[in-house]
């Protein structure tokens, strides 16, 4: 099981930056691939970005062509991490992290690992509100 635990979201203005952390509670310790997504009021889950038990990362188009989000882990803590900078109104939404084991996508295409029901473990998420 891996139970995720996000925070760091919050209240902020236009412009201003954020860290939001998910702490993953495994037992016993696997190899897997985690991610970041986002859900605001009356649209469907999106995911930002992805990184693997090895550390390579992956972000939507959107997201790499703006450059604001970054993903990166700390394996010894157990924590995966999205700092956004930058932050813009359409920002606004309530974020989750997710893992899955790493061999489901072991041999896929890469599109995969941004899809919604690749993930069988989410976050309860950590709301985003970024006021202009």
């Known amino acids: 099981w891996a139970q995720l635990v996000e925070s760091g979201g919050g209240s902020v203005q236009a412009g201003e930056s954020l860290r939001l952390s998910c702490v993953r509670q495994?037992?016993?310790?696997?190899?897997?691939?985690m991610g970041w997504w986002r859900e605001a009021e009356g649209k469907e889950r999106e995911s930002l970005a992805t990184i693997d038990s090895k550390g390579a990362t992956s972000y939507t188009d959107s997201v790499r062509l703006e450059g604001r989000f970054t993903i990166s882990k700390d394996n010894a803590k157990n924590t995966l991490y999205l700092e956004m900078n930058s932050l813009k109104p359409e920002d606004t939404a309530m974020y989750y992290c997710a893992a899955e084991p790493s061999r489901r996508f072991f041999g896929q295409r890469s599109e995969l690992r941004h899809e919604v029901g690749a993930y069988i473990y989410w976050g309860q998420g950590t709301q985003v509100t970024v006021s202009s």
């Open positions: 495994v037992f016993p310790t696997s190899d897997y691939c």
